[in-house]
């Protein structure tokens, strides 16, 4: 009887021990509640717009996205336009690797090795100004354009169903000729939806999403989003985030009234002086102000980031060559190696 009780106490014993170790312990209940949270939060589509080279890629020229905890990559195949020429020129010799169909393809094989999300964004460059001013006269020429772009954006949106791409973009900022060719869009993107199944946007620029008329017929209202926020030199995370306000409650009064989510295709800001008053400003000045990226960034995700009619973003832009890109000292969008890309990483998951 002894032996049966000294028996019977080793193996309470034995399971008092086991049951305590296995319970875990206030620090690694933080742990496992901290990585839940952050689980969630990472389902915001928080992007970059990757930037082609005339280089292949490889899985490791996408690793720099841990940096930031970034979740999807904008990938973009740049098409070109001549002075008076009404052709929309692709894959051609002269281009970019990156820009090519082979190379859109080596992009996105390389971002899903790193289980990051694509959008695929054809991107037409014109020879001179800028994209939503493009305009035509003759019926001849609204002809040529229709017929090549059509062409380029098909092209395209076969890879993206071959290849899997979460998302694709059937334009980016052609501001005057969706106004004058609404039903031409209507009927193309009815061409896209034949051979790409899935989610599909348009990038409108920021100053006329509202005038866009067939946004019904896509997923997601897509901006590239450079508001202008401040015309202080170096501006306060306080008064931007002022700013911001009256800006989302547009946005969340055209989400609502047309029951689709907002996108940012594009947003961001460069570290340089007055970097708030035309975020979209792409010249070249010496001045360098890395508190005014920072805080403009800070006021962004804290104002819109969090917004259940906000699907999220993708910022402009981002480099494959992480260790030679940007830097303190360079005042070009990119916010690699600058004091703004640890605020990236950590707002985007508030």
């Not at 070109?80 to 020129?89: F, I, P, R, S």
């Amino acid at each position: 009887m002894k032996l049966s009780w000294l028996l019977s106490s080793y193996f309470i014993v034995l399971i008092m021990i086991f049951c305590f170790s296995c319970k875990p312990s206030k620090q690694s209940r933080k742990t496992i509640v901290k990585e839940e949270k952050n689980t969630a939060q990472t389902s915001k589509i928080h992007g970059v717009n990757f930037v082609s080279t005339n280089n292949s890629v490889t899985p490791e020229n996408f690793k720099s996205l841990e940096k930031i905890n970034a979740n999807w990559v904008a990938i973009i195949p740049f098409s070109y336009m001549k002075d008076n020429d009404a052709t929309v020129y692709f894959n051609s010799s002269w281009q970019w690797f990156g820009e090519t169909p082979e190379g859109t393809v080596n992009y996105i094989q390389s971002a899903k090795a790193n289980k990051l999300k694509t959008l695929i964004k054809p991107h037409i460059w014109p020879a001179n100004g800028w994209i939503g001013e493009l305009d035509f006269k003759t019926d001849q020429e609204w002809g040529k354009f229709e017929e090549t772009y059509q062409t380029y954006i098909l092209t395209f949106a076969k890879i993206a169903q071959e290849q899997q791409a979460e998302m694709f973009c059937i334009g980016v900022e052609l501001k005057k000729i969706v106004r004058k060719r609404p039903q031409y869009f209507i009927k193309l993107i009815k061409e896209v939806k034949k051979v790409y199944k899935g989610q599909i946007t348009y990038a409108a620029n920021w100053d006329n999403y509202q005038n866009i008329t067939f946004w019904n017929d896509l997923d997601h209202i897509g901006i590239d989003g450079y508001f202008p926020i401040s015309i202080d030199k170096t501006p306060s995370v306080e008064k931007a985030i002022e700013k911001w306000s009256s800006i989302n409650t547009e946005l969340e009064e055209f989400s609502k009234k047309l029951k689709k989510p907002i996108l940012f295709t594009e947003y961001g800001y460069r570290n340089i002086d007055y970097a708030g008053k035309q975020p979209w400003i792409d010249d070249q000045q010496p001045s360098l102000n890395n508190e005014a990226q920072s805080n403009l960034y800070s006021a962004f995700y804290e104002s819109i980031w969090k917004k259940k009619w906000f699907t999220g973003g993708f910022l402009w832009k981002w480099y494959p060559n992480h260790s030679t890109s940007g830097g303190k000292n360079n005042n070009r969008f990119t916010p690699q190696n600058k004091p703004v890309e640890e605020i990236i990483k950590k707002k985007a998951l508030m």
